[in-house]
């Protein structure tokens, strides 16, 4: 048996019926790392011996191997503080940066039983200048960003999750051109103290995993209130994400949107998605399309607005003492961000409201929404780490996506489906997700 193979869950069962034990489990990803990251490259920091000897501290057991994370090997976007650990944001700025203490996400998964495996390759401070991480698919191409390393570490075997960060598409684009599960939550549901700010009102943790029901546990496991990250004081009714995902009664309502960007996908992926619903619908989901109002033209400007004068207030500090050293885009992101007018960014705001406001009744009739994840395959090359147009939109809504494996493009490298969900109804989403996962029967990896 090839131990890499196993995803959260079915690793965590060998563990308890004495299948496998942790060591045996992280000497394997180790190898796997061995054998394929000098083409992968997915990993910013790796030590395998600091790997194998937290596996060595789980190998006890004991009332250890309760916790719902035991002996599990995590990837962490190198945005995120790990306590005696190089966290270096994907730039030289940080190039000797050893946090003193981890992040709140990271404390988690540690308390939980987890183990950091190492830390995954980020784009500039994740926004678009890009890293070293090929796809593991075909190294030609883009993994896609900025979560680049998380994503390509789950899809080669490296660790069966790993940790990353949306403020456009950051979790849902990678994992998609990476053949993967990508699941961004609601917006406020795991808290970001200890991770780099780029967009604070948008900025949201996310999980990559080799099935929905692998990406629902791990979440749940790191999602909780935190006082010193505003966002997780959830105001209002809170629906709890209760793992293992119960399996959905009934085909579920589906409502097809194309959002204003839908001509600049490919022939290939419009196929794919027209495709994927049909098969969803002859398996009896409800399915019916549904146009979005002139209002939702201006989405993409509408987020690119919050984004800059976000940024703006993030890297205040950075860009006066480094800014020589910060890429084009990102200086550029940063230029724009000056032009935008208080009067401006409440407007940006408000409508933002308005697009959740509408896309909230819109769920009285359906269970998920179904759009597409990105354009197309991943771009060929590392320059370009795609188009987040098909994701922004629900992230600038603060509404949990996720996207499931659902084909092959011409050039044979992965095509995805995205199902977005109801804010804070992100177990009703991922139902849906699991269902059309089962349905499709589209997750397979390059490496096994």
């Known amino acids: 048996m090839d131990l890499t193979a196993l995803g959260l869950l079915d690793a965590l069962k060998a563990f308890r019926e004495g299948r496998a034990t942790v060591m045996e489990y992280v000497e394997a990803c180790c190898r796997k790392v061995a054998e394929r990251d000098a083409q992968v490259r997915a ?5 395998p011996q600091r790997a194998l000897a937290e596996a060595e501290e789980r190998s006890g057991g004991g009332i250890l191997s309760d916790l719902p994370l035991f ?3 995590v990837g962490v976007k190198d945005i995120i503080n790990t306590r005696g650990i190089p966290t270096r944001m994907g730039s030289p700025i940080y190039a000797n940066h050893v946090p003193p203490s981890s992040a709140w996400v990271v404390r988690r998964l540690e308390a939980l039983g987890g183990l950091v495996m190492g830390k995954t390759v980020t784009t500039e401070f994740a926004y678009r200048h890009p890293g070293k991480t090929r796809n593991p698919w075909n190294p030609a191409h883009t993994p896609g960003g900025s979560s680049s390393g998380s994503a390509a570490a789950v899809a080669a075997g ?30 406020g549901a795991i808290s970001r103290h200890g991770i780099h700010p780029f967009a604070p009102t948008l900025d949201t943790v996310g999980v990559f995993a080799r099935s929905v029901g692998d990406a629902a546990w791990f979440a749940a496991c790191l999602m909780g209130h935190d006082a010193r990250d505003e966002a997780t004081a959830v105001r ?26 839908w001509p600049l996908a490919t022939e290939a ?14 398996a009896g989901a409800t399915v019916r399309e549904v146009p979005l109002p002139r209002a939702f033209d201006a989405a993409w400007e509408n987020v690119m607005v919050i984004t800059s004068r976000d940024a703006v207030k993030s890297f205040a500090l950075i860009e006066s003492r480094h800014g020589v050293r910060l890429s084009p885009p990102l200086l550029e992101l940063l230029e724009r961000g000056r032009g935008v007018t208080p009067e401006e960014y409440a407007r940006a705001r408000t409508r933002r409201d308005e697009y959740r406001r509408w896309l909230d009744n819109l769920f009285d009739g359906c269970d998920a929404i179904a759009t597409i994840p990105a354009p197309g395959e991943a771009p060929e090359g590392l320059a370009n780490t795609g188009d987040a147009t098909f994701n922004s939109l629900w992230t600038q809504t603060a509404l949990p996506a996720v996207t499931i494996p659902s084909g092959r493009g011409p050039r044979g490298l992965p ?5 977005v969900g109801r804010y804070r109804e992100d177990e ?5 997700a699991a269902w059309c996962e089962k349905v499709l029967k589209k997750g397979d990896s390059p490496l096994f």
């Open 415 to 419: 095509l995805g489906l995205q199902l």
């Open 43 to 47: 990993w910013e920091w790796f030590d």
């Open 71 to 73: 002996g599990i090997p």
């Open 158 to 187: 490296f660790v069966p999750v790993a940790i990353g960060t949306q403020t456009l598409g950051s979790v849902i684009r990678p994992a998609a051109f990476c053949g993967v599960v990508g699941y961004k939550p609601t917006f």
């Open 269 to 282: 992926q419009q196929a794919n998605f027209a495709e994927a619903v049909a098969t969803l619908k002859d």
């Open 236 to 261: 209002g009714a809170l629906h709890a994400l209760r793992v293992p995902l119960a399996t959905l009664e009934t085909p579920p309502r589906i409502a097809v949107v194309k959002t204003p960007k």
């Open 428 to 432: 009703r989403a991922l139902q849906v």
